[in-house]
């Protein structure tokens, strides 16, 4: 199966400046990259998410960049605010079972007012 | 519903235990799946149906995992003969219909967290 990893597993930034979170992923056949907000006590929400046949996705202060040659995906958030403060998680699809997703360890974002 | 709803927020229980956790999609979704989550972890595969049947259960860890969902809507994890490792965050999601057939969001309930002592 798929082997999704992310860092930094925490990330604390000043608010207005700018967070980024990376992940790798081990199947070269992989093509659906969806990322998850979770924030506590709730379950994760989609945010954002990028399929393989672009490199780069953005919505509002979130984006998303894809390198397929390097397996490597990443999650771009501008302008942050502490209401962005929570638990990011990336996640691949798998490449035969669209119905499973492999998600990363998670990167617990603080956001200082 | 509005949103998917799981039920009980907190279960504590002690070794051996059989658990219940119960899942109620949004309303019409006909694909619901479970994962697991661990603490510091991301949610982990469990199983996926589509409609009343298990389409791909690849993700149970053991036999003394198991899930129904007879009517095609709510839907029932059951854990017999609980371990301490057993315990984490059980999360049910649903969809209008499997991302195999188009669907790419997954909706959250705010999981079951299992604590066995």
């Known amino acids: 199966g798929e082997n999704v990893e992310q860092h930094p597993s925490t990330l604390s930034v000043q608010e207005g400046d700018s967070a980024v979170i990376k992940c790798t992923y081990s199947d070269s056949a992989s093509n659906y990259f969806p990322w998850y907000k979770q924030e506590l006590g709730k379950g994760p929400q989609l945010i954002i998410d990028i399929r393989s046949n672009v490199g780069e996705k953005k919505d509002q202060r979130i984006a998303v960049t894809l390198n397929k040659t390097a397996k490597h995906f990443s999650l771009h958030i501008t302008e942050t605010q502490p209401e962005d403060s929570a638990v990011y998680f990336c996640?691949?699809?798998?490449?035969?079972?669209?119905?499973?997703?492999?998600f990363g360890s998670g990167t617990k974002l603080n956001v200082k007012p | 519903g509005a949103g998917v709803s799981q039920t009980p927020s907190n279960k504590v229980t002690e070794k051996g235990k059989y658990v219940e956790l119960r899942c109620d999609p949004i309303?019409?979704?006909?694909?619901l799946y479970w994962y697991r989550q661990s603490l510091g972890q991301g949610p982990e595969f469990l199983i996926y149906?589509?409609?009343?049947?298990?389409?791909?259960d690849s993700g149970l860890p053991n036999d003394r995992f198991f899930a129904v969902r007879p009517e095609g809507s709510v839907s029932t994890l059951k854990i017999q003969r609980t371990e301490r490792g057993d315990s984490a965050v059980y999360l049910c999601a649903s969809s209008p219909v499997g991302m195999d057939a188009g669907a790419n969001v997954l909706t959250f309930g705010a999981g079951s967290r299992l604590t066995v002592l």
């Open positions: 309303s019409g979704h006909t694909a």
């Open positions: 996640a691949a699809r798998d490449v035969y079972n669209f119905n499973k997703f492999y």
């Open positions: 149906f589509q409609g009343t049947g298990a389409a791909d």
